[in-house]
């Protein structure tokens, strides 16, 4: 009786040790099947930054006739040393004139609120959530294509970085115009340097990016 007793205990510890292993096996094998779904899952891509930009080559006060504008050379050194993308406001309208006659037609533009169209345009907005916007100062503000451009798109919700070539207006109005085109937008780290020193302005850049830690 003892015997069959001790058997029957044998059996049963033998059933229990295999239940537990079996349970352990599975809890197992759950975890590596979750481990292989968390390597599998796709990583959301990072957001990129783009460089907006007007700029006028020709006759520029202080550096005369130049074949790349002030504000494209500063446009140029964002996108070498943060990897941005860019896409260049080309006005349709023909700016290929002297200083003076294009100053006086800047202001007319502006007096009437004409809103000049450009060339182009951007199809993958919604891949960038910083945004460099950058032109040289006509008259206190941006130069008016850059309003056209303004309302065509729509960059509320995004970090806007406004800078500006110039030969002593500094910013002017670019940023209050730029706040009023985009209420819901982050505005932040602006940046202006004298378009005559725009050739010679890539470690001023390199040092306004670092600040912002914008450095690729």
């Known amino acids: 009786m003892n015997i069959l007793r001790s058997l029957c205990a044998a059996a049963l510890c033998l059933l229990c040790s295999t239940a537990c292993s079996g349970k352990h096996t599975s809890a197992a094998a759950s975890v590596e099947d979750n481990n292989s779904t968390e390597a599998s899952a796709p990583k959301k ?85 910083t945004v460099f916007i950058g032109g040289p100062v006509w008259w206190g503000t941006w130069p008016q294509v850059m309003f056209t451009f303004f309302q065509h798109y729509d960059l509320n919700g995004k970090t806007l970085i406004p800078f500006t070539t110039h030969e002593g207006s500094g910013l002017g109005r670019c940023v209050k115009d730029l706040r009023a085109a985009y209420p819901k937008a982050t505005i932040r780290g602006e940046f202006s340097i004298y378009g005559h020193d725009a050739r010679q302005g890539k470690e001023s850049v390199r040092k306004w990016l670092k600040g912002l830690g914008m450095l690729k």
């Not at 860019?86 to 004139?97: A, G, H, T």
């Not at 800047?106 to 199809?123: C, V």
């Open 45 to 129: 891509a990072a957001m990129k930054a783009l460089v907006v930009y007007f700029s006028h080559a020709g006759d520029n006060y202080a550096v005369g006739v130049v074949e790349v504008g002030n504000t494209k050379i500063i446009a140029d050194y964002i996108s070498e040393l943060t990897g941005a993308d860019q896409f260049e406001i080309v006005c349709v309208k023909n700016y290929d004139m002297a200083y003076q006659p294009l100053c006086d037609l800047a202001k007319k533009e502006q007096e009437k609120g004409e809103l000049p169209a450009f060339r182009g345009g951007i199809d993958n907005l919604d891949a960038y959530d």
